[in-house]
């Protein structure tokens, strides 16, 4: 029996709810699914199903396998699909991730004109800031600005991101400007919560510290948190993609300059496989060419 129908069966059964439900689909008898199943079951040695004479319940192993086995015939009709057709044509569904405000400005124009480039692509768009399950949601690609990447992902670096701390004049001028990191305890320090749960990042003497920093004002968007500072409410560390016009008009400044901390890399992260869709790789590269384009961040 081959391994990839039993798979096929597998999925089936999941989809539909029921051996006999999935073999009406393939217009067989539910005997036969059966014994697909417990070949299946047999080989991987672990029980995927709970099967019942009316349903069937997925193990926590079989939850698993369901999420694997979908990606597995999902890019193999893909690939078949692109042979078939005598060439590279991008198609099925694109699942992105991204944080708010970055995706806002600099992921979501992007992916709508990499649809339009490729009209058989379905794209799906998830603005959060919270670390996504990239497995347990089935997301294709997670846009992330961190100091190092998830060893169990495929990392492509796109962009540098530095963070400044600002302050808005007025809050400055009443409170006056920190000199060092450990100043900030004295300061209204605007967190996004548990996201920041490390502090802020400096570099001090060479080494990269963590600051933990406190506030009355505390929010998980970093939109509120600009908005916060920019009415004088406290400091806050924010990207300098996100805060730089307000610093050429004046409405922001930076403070502990000479500290800050080497820029974070803007990453593309992906699931570890051994064929990576093709609506993935290009879509890297289209924010590759798009991000690295002269003046793009100016």
Known sequence: ?????????????????????????????????????DALEERLGARLL???????????????????????????????????????????????????????????????????????????????????????????????????????????????????????????????????????????CLSLGASQSRGWVFRVEGELVNRRVTGVLECNDGVVLHEWALKGYGLAWRSLWEVKDDLTDGRLVTVLDAFSAPDYPVYAMMPQRKFMPLRVRHFVDHLKAVYNEPGYWN
């Open 1 to 37: 029996m081959s391994e990839l129908k039993q798979l096929q069966t597998f999925i089936e059964v999941v989809n539909h709810g029921s051996l006999s439900a999935a073999a009406r689909v393939e217009g067989v008898v539910p005997a036969v699914i059966g014994r697909r199943l």
């Open 50 to 188: 709970v099967r019942t004479t009316r349903r069937v319940t997925l193990t926590q192993e079989g939850a698993a396998f369901y999420e694997d086995g979908q990606r597995i015939l999902a890019e193999l009709e893909e690939a078949e699909a692109a042979v078939a057709s005598g060439n590279s044509r991008v198609r099925g569904h694109l699942r992105v991730t991204a944080p708010a405000g970055f995706g806002r400005r600099h992921v979501a124009p992007h992916l709508a004109t990499f649809q339009r480039l490729h009209p058989d692509l379905r794209v799906t768009l998830d603005l959060s800031d919270r670390l996504v399950d990239m497995a347990a949601e089935r997301v294709d690609c997670a846009i992330r600005i961190s100091d190092m990447a998830d060893s169990s992902l495929v990392a492509v670096r796109l962009a540098e991101n530095r963070r400044v701390v600002v302050g808005a004049p007025a809050y400055l001028a009443q409170h006056g400007i920190p000199q060092t990191p450990d100043d900030l305890e004295r300061y209204e």
